[in-house]
């Protein structure tokens, strides 16, 4: 059982097994993400949960985000910003966009747990995101939330940035909440 045991550990990428010098812990930066798409696997965490979490997360991200920031970082968030804008007729490039954009502000809040945190939740929720952004009119009040949550940034208003993203994110919970409503309808389960 101890060899399944590290066999598991070096699939997960915990452990690396090096033939003739033993076995060692790998410098896997994204051991956390990596933990948490494991317990999604087995536990299959709520929509409500996810959710719930990454209002959490994003909050506080954003928060510090426009506290913490500097002038490059602010300025290479209105690029991503902008990029969003030119490719909002492509839903695939409008999500990697949108990924992009609230990547950027984990990143600029110099907290390299809460972008891990950020960075799990994201793929976590990654299908219910595509489905909400297809919905018509969703990816334009998605570039009105960020165009406000960096307008916020920019204005250095910790206060009004969070508000702003809890908004967003109440936003994105309630159109999968409807989503969800149409489909166990269509089915007949409602």
């Known amino acids: 059982s101890v060899r399944e045991a590290i066999r598991a550990l070096q699939y997960m990428g915990i452990l690396e097994v090096r033939c003739g010098e033993g076995t060692f812990l790998t410098e896997n930066l994204s ?14 965490y709520s929509v409500r949960e996810l959710v719930e979490a990454r209002k959490i997360i994003e ?11 500097s002038k490059e970082e602010k300025e290479a968030l209105k690029q ?3 990029v969003a804008i030119r490719v ?3 839903v695939a490039a409008f999500l990697k966009a949108d ?12 907290n390299s747990v809460l972008e891990e945190f950020f960075t799990a939740m994201r793929e976590l929720t990654l299908e219910e995101n595509l489905e909400v952004i297809k919905k018509t009119g969703q990816i334009k009040k998605a ?6 949550i960096l307008h916020c ?3 250095c208003d910790p206060e009004a940035a969070r508000k702003v993203m809890l908004d967003h994110l109440e936003n994105i919970e309630n159109t999968g909440k409807e989503l969800t409503s149409k489909h166990l309808e269509q089915e007949g389960r409602l």
Not at 31 to 44: E, G, T, W
């Open 31 to 44: 051991l956390l993400s990596d933990h948490f798409k494991a317990s999604y696997i087995i536990r299959q």
């Open 59 to 69: 909050g506080e991200t954003v928060y510090l985000a426009t506290k913490r920031s």
């Open 80 to 82: 991503i910003f902008e």
């Open 88 to 90: 909002q007729d492509d």
């Open 99 to 110: 990924f992009a954009f609230h990547k950027k502000i984990a990143e600029m809040s110099h």
């Open 143 to 148: 570039i009105a939330f960020h165009e406000d």
């Open 153 to 155: 940034i920019l204005l």
